[in-house]
Nanobody
Framework: QVQLVESGGGSVQSGGSLRLSCVASGYTIGGFCMAWFRQAPGKEREEIAVIARGDNTRYADSVKGRFTISKDNAKATLYLQMNSLKAEDTAMYYC?????????????????WGQGTQVTVSS
């Protein structure tokens, strides 16, 4: 059974940094696509970063240059380093995974989801 557990969220002031982690069990993160999504109250879920097999990455324009997705296969952990945080980054952040080596920019592509971790950025 695949489980994804996020951590690292919290409250931070604008301009600050946080690093989110997502520990995977029952899943080999090295061979497949993983992603970070976020959803703010009253807004649709937003795809923000993906990392494919081979460590190719892609980012939403809203976070490009500020966020970095990475993974440690040995630790079965996906990361999201978030710098220069803004109030509009406030949301629940979710990691997601698929059994495909292909990364698509849509939430319906991903079979496995974590429970989310809250990030709140105050201005």
């Amino acid at each position: 059974q695949v489980q994804l557990v996020e951590s690292g969220g919290g409250s931070v002031q604008s301009g600050g940094s946080l690093r989110l982690s997502c520990v995977a069990s029952g899943y080999t993160i090295g061979g497949f696509c993983m992603a970070w999504f976020r959803q703010a109250p009253g807004k649709e879920r937003e795809e923000i970063a993906v990392i494919a097999r081979g460590d190719n990455t892609r980012y939403a324009d809203s976070v490009k240059g500020r966020f970095t997705i990475s993974k440690d296969n040995a630790k079965a952990t996906l990361y999201l380093q978030m710098n220069s945080l803004k109030a509009e980054d406030t949301a629940m952040y979710y990691c997601a995974a698929t059994n495909s080596g292909i990364c698509l920019w849509t939430g319906t592509w991903y079979e496995y989801w974590g429970q989310g971790t809250q990030v709140t950025v105050s201005s």
